[in-house]
């Protein structure tokens, strides 16, 4: 049993009942025991294979600076974590899939020897409908320049929290993706302008790269003489599972815009069902 590295008895082994019990010992620790003191101060955690084979329940404290991974090893087992850290841990392999435990959350996962998935069980926030909460909020950090007269999706690079992998901060990171079974969303963005009062601003959301959908939101304004702001939410919005969402801007100045890296420029989705 390479997973849980249990003993075994050989065939005609004297002694059976030892090596038997080294592995109820072993079983119960697998599925009873708990490690506390995960420290992410210094920053990410690597639990080696024996703490994670040895452990159900994990613990994280300490007082990282911001985000951290909390890396397990490519074993197949589940497993659960509590995160009172006061940042978000995204729980990981080396190379695979992950999922993310909000601070103050207990999450329930399965490690499939490659990817971490995470289950339905919540204490708070996160899985996607099986918690009181899933969703992401994205943001920028850096401006980014428009040219002018030309629809342009806005590349998110930063994540304040992405509860179910709704988003990559490399990889098409203007889409915000459904994941399967959601079945209906909000999605909320806002938009700061750098200082021009020439022409027009306009943002909307788009829905696998296209603005026809029921439910589209759109804004039209003249730009401000100070920076101009502009935001939308959408109504309830109909999902399967592999949507994706964009939010577009445009403008008319004349001449490139940017759209500044600042608390005001985000881009949200939150699970409703």
């Known amino acids: 049993m390479s997973e849980l590295d249990l003993p075994q008895i050989a065939e005609n ?5 030892v ?21 992410p101060t210094s920053g990410d955690v690597t639990l080696s294979d ?9 613990v994280i404290g300490g007082s990282p600076a911001g985000g951290f991974n909390f890396i397990v090893p490519a074993i197949k087992r589940p497993f659960m974590v509590t995160n009172g850290s006061g940042e978000t841990a995204t729980v990981k392999t080396v190379s695979g899939a992950a999922g993310q435990v909000l ?16 289950l339905t069980d919540s204490t708070s926030d996160g899985g996607v409908g099986g918690g009181a909460h899933a969703g992401v ?35 098409n990171n203007s889409r915000l993706t459904v994941p399967g079974g959601v079945t209906k969303v909000i999605v909320s963005g806002q938009i700061r302008w750098d200082s021009s009062a020439a022409g027009t601003r306009e943002i909307l959301l788009e829905k696998n790269g ?26 309830v919005l109909a999902v399967t599972g592999g949507d994706y969402f964009e939010l577009i801007v445009w403008q008319d100045s004349g001449g ?8 005001a420029t985000w881009f949200s989705l939150q699970v409703i069902e």
């Open 103 to 118: 601070d103050g959350e207990t999450r329930l996962f399965y490690c499939d020897g490659t990817d971490v998935i995470g």
């Open 210 to 235: 296209s603005g026809t959908y029921a439910g589209r939101p759109f804004e039209h304004m003249e730009a401000q003489t100070n920076r101009t702001m502009q935001s939308f939410v959408s109504p």
């Open 50 to 58: 024996s703490d994670f084979r040895e452990a159900w329940h994990h």
């Open 13 to 17: 082994q004297a002694l059976a009942y």
């Open 256 to 263: 490139a815009r940017d759209v500044e890296s600042h608390a």
């Open 137 to 171: 909020l994205v943001t920028k950090t850096a401006n980014q320049s428009i040219a002018n007269n030309s629809n342009t999706a806005i590349a998110w690079d930063s994540e304040a929290y992405d509860t179910d992998g709704f988003h990559d901060n490399a990889v």
């Open 19 to 39: 090596t038997s019990n080294d592995a109820d010992a072993a079983l119960e620790s697998a599925l009873c025991n708990e490690r506390a003191g995960h420290d």
